[in-house]
């Protein structure tokens, strides 16, 4: 069983940068996919990122491109996701997940394991 914490969080200005970090305890971080999902106040849960398993193939939803980076390092059992160009837009409660079977995957069903999140506010 994978325990999984998300860190990083906080207030940021609009163009300002922010790197979560969602640390893993349990088996090897590399036999789990791991997504980075978010929701703002009133909306549903969006897949934002994901990192394969296998091979590091990385995914981004068409809002982030160009301005979110995942990234993971397994022997510190950490995925990051570092976050340019923040706005407001992307105020969220950011959430870690894993799965272990399957291919990367924005949805959330396929996911087997959940951070507790963390606050992400972008306002000036």
């Known amino acids: 069983q994978v325990q999984l914490v998300e860190s990083g969080g906080g207030l940021v200005q609009p163009g300002g940068s922010l790197r979560l970090s969602c640390a893993a305890s349990?088996?090897?971080?590399?036999?789990?996919?791991i997504g980075w999902f978010r929701q703002a106040p009133g909306k549903e849960r969006e897949g934002v990122s994901c990192?394969?398993?296998?091979?590091?193939?990385?995914f981004y939803t068409d809002s982030v491109k160009g301005r979110f980076t995942i990234s993971r390092d397994n022997d510190k059992k950490t995925v990051y996701l570092q976050m340019n160009n923040l706005k407001p837009e992307d105020t969220a409660v950011y959430y870690c997940?894993?799965?272990?079977?399957?291919?990367?995957?924005?949805?959330?069903?396929?996911?087997?394991?959940w951070g507790q999140g963390t606050q992400v506010t972008v306002s000036s």
């Open positions: 349990g088996p090897r971080l590399d036999y789990y996919v």
């Open positions: 990192i394969s398993s296998s091979d590091d193939n990385t």
């Open positions: 997940a894993a799965e272990a079977l399957g291919p990367c995957s924005f949805d959330r069903e396929e996911y087997d394991y």
